[in-house]
């Protein structure tokens, strides 16, 4: 049984608290690892060596710091395969989605290698006479992140790329079910050139979030996850005056315009409702049909596309659509859910509970399956299921489509699909949620725009990634400065506008 470490102060390090978590293979079910669960000290070891350390990457010039990010998107290149095998191994997604997750971080890194741009600051000649004023952005010092399971590449990466290339020191407690690429990219970062220190893993559940939280030297924290662990996030740490940005769970809602090409948005539901089994924040896990005809179309457009889905591990090659969920746990949850939509009156249209991988009988593979006649007191309406399950809400109007996706209390991503411009620009200006795909089901933002959700899909005011991170990452401090002639004229004791 392998045991995976803590990578701290530029090495593997042992855990020492004695606490382990399994991490499963979840194509097999079977246990392939174990992760230590750091203790408050082993976090405190790390904050001290990550808060020795950062003065001097702060000082190190922003196009050099940048030089290091460069050559680590060289090395993530140069490993892309083996990172995408080791992220599947224990995420359990078919390889070309691993390598999609290792490629969106990196597009963040490549983003970030503008840093000596993105760091500079703003400065005023003759704010007043003889006086001239300047912002700087100066790194935060010792920073940390916390995040899911689901893109252990890309959203550590989203997150350390910007704080490090700031000149912060950062500490990235990543998900136990899959901390291998974690480790994986922290020994990169160092081959890349990073000194030891500043991007440090510590492994680890609660107790390792806890001791972050309560840490005074740690000044911001960054966290991906749940909402109710978001919304605990965001209240315990700002309460410790900390900077924190919490991104949390989501139920997005694809609306479906009777005028809407059906062909291509059947395709875009059955990517975005069933790729990565469902596991992804921008999943579409709704579909508002407007219009029993509509729905009608869509619905058989969708059933043969979801029959053909080809579930397996990701060893089966490359036809494989989506692989197992990370857990058990998270399998009896999907299913549980399954069965209070049927219970509570919801049309199970295609029926993934039987579903059985011959030669992986203890994998964690769920099922497609599709709802219809959902209505919104249904818990499968109302929670994040998280798994491959797409339910169909069928509404009246466009106005009560839209009403929808306004009303649920998530706010992560939306779509419409229409060929009129007019309702269109009218979804996108009007509805209440971050990120608005229009014919495109999944709006993820490029690393050069900002990603985030709104309501309970987001506690914080700044997004992941983009210009937001950089404002993150860093505190602006504004000098105004003289040097006149007749400072030794005295001082001056009024509060004055500058003239
Ligand atoms: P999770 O909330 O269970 O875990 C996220 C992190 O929090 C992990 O590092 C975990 O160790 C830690 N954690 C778990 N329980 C904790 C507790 N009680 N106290 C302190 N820390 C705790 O989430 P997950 O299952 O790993 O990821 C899936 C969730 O993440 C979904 O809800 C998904 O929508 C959301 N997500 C959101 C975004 C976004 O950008 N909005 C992106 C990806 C995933």
């Not at 839209?402 to 009007?430: P, Q, V, W």
Request: aromatic share 8%.
């Amino acid at each position: 049984m392998q045991e995976l470490t803590h990578y701290i102060g530029g090495e593997h390090v042992k855990g020492t608290s004695g606490r382990f978590a399994d991490v499963m293979n979840p194509a097999t079910g079977e246990v392939q690892a174990k992760v230590p669960l750091a203790s408050a000290d082993e976090l405190d070891r790390a904050v001290q060596i990550a808060a020795e350390a950062q003065p001097a990457w702060a000082a190190v010039n922003p196009q050099r710091r940048a030089r290091v990010l460069m050559k680590f998107v060289d090395l993530l290149n140069r490993d892309m395969d083996k990172l995408a095998e080791a992220l599947s191994r224990e995420h359990g997604k078919t390889l070309p989605d691993a390598a999609g997750d290792v490629q969106r971080g990196l597009e963040v890194v490549e983003y970030c290698i503008g840093a000596p741009q993105l760091l500079k600051g703003e400065y005023t000649d003759s704010a007043g006479p003889g006086i001239d004023m300047y912002s700087m952005r100066q790194a935060l010092g010792v920073t940390a992140g916390i995040t899911p399971f689901n893109f252990p590449a890309m959203i550590p990466m989203w997150m350390f790329a910007p704080a490090i290339a700031c000149g912060n020191a950062f500490i990235l407690k990543p998900s136990e079910r899959d901390p291998s690429v974690p480790l994986m990219l922290a020994e990169l970062m160092e081959e890349a050139g990073l000194p030891k220190g500043i991007l440090q893993v510590v492994n680890g559940d609660k107790e390792a979030v806890d001791a972050i939280l309560y840490h005074d030297v740690i000044q911001s924290i960054g966290f991906v996850g749940s909402t109710p662990i978001a919304e605990y996030i965001y209240g315990t740490g700002c309460a410790q005056g900390k900077r924190v940005q919490c991104f949390g769970g989501a139920k997005n809602h694809m609306i479906v315009m009777p005028d809407a090409d059906m062909d291509q948005a059947a395709d875009a539901l059955i990517g975005a409702g069933y790729g990565a089994a469902g596991e992804r924040c921008m999943a579409i896990s709704v579909a508002v049909p407007v219009g029993d005809e509509t729905a009608d179309r869509l619905i058989e457009k969708l059933v043969p596309r979801i029959e053909k889905l080809k579930v397996g591990p990701y060893t089966a090659g490359a036809d494989v659509d989506y692989g197992p969920v990370v857990t058990a746990a998270a399998k009896e949850n999907i299913l549980r859910l399954v069965q209070s939509g049927v219970d509570q009156g919801a049309e199970l249209v295609v029926d993934g509970r039987d579903f059985n991988l011959q030669g992986y009988e203890n994998g964690f593979f769920v099922g497609a399956h599709l709802f219809d006649k959902v209505t919104p007191d249904m818990d499968i309406y109302k929670k994040e299921i998280f798994g491959p399950v797409l339910s169909t809400v069928r509404a009246g109007s466009y106005e009560e489509a839209l009403k929808l996706a306004m009303d649920h209390e998530y706010g992560n991503g939306t779509a419409i699909f229409t060929r009129d411009g007019d309702t269109a620009r009218d979804f996108a200006s009007r509805v209440n949620v971050g990120m608005v795909g229009v014919n495109v089901p999944i709006p993820v933002p490029l690393a050069y725009h900002t990603f985030g959700g709104w309501k309970k899909s987001v506690f914080g005011d700044l997004n992941q990634h983009g210009p937001d991170a950089f404002k993150f990452y860093t505190r602006t401090k504004t000098v105004t400065s003289r040097w006149p002639s007749g400072l030794k004229e005295g001082g001056e004791f009024h509060f004055k506008p500058m003239d």
